[in-house]
């Protein structure tokens, strides 16, 4: 779950830069403005996008979680033995 959702804003971020708190999160860390290129891609655009898809990557792991664990039948119920 939390892959996708990593790659899917990761993607995101990189085509529109206005997704918040990558950017900002940049910024407040001390991050500056320049072009200088990784693989091709500005580090004031990639590192926001990586921020962006850790941050809300965790947030939907950690929705996921509680969602499965609430929904998850409880196991530790003893089973109904009918038979002696």
């Given at each position: ?43 004031s ?14 947030i ?9 664990n609430?929904?998850?039948?409880n196991?530790?119920?003893?089973k ?5």
């Amino acid at each position: 779950m939390f892959l996708a959702v990593f790659a899917i804003l990761l993607v995101a971020t990189l085509g529109n830069t206005t997704i918040p708190f990558g950017r900002e999160i940049y910024y407040a860390i001390g991050g500056v403005s320049t072009d200088y290129p990784i693989m091709g891609i500005s580090v004031s655009i990639l590192v926001p996008a990586i921020l962006n898809g850790v941050i809300y990557g965790v947030i939907v792991w950690i929705i996921y979680s509680i969602i499965v664990n609430a929904t998850r039948k409880n196991k530790s119920e003893p089973k109904n033995n009918s038979q002696k």
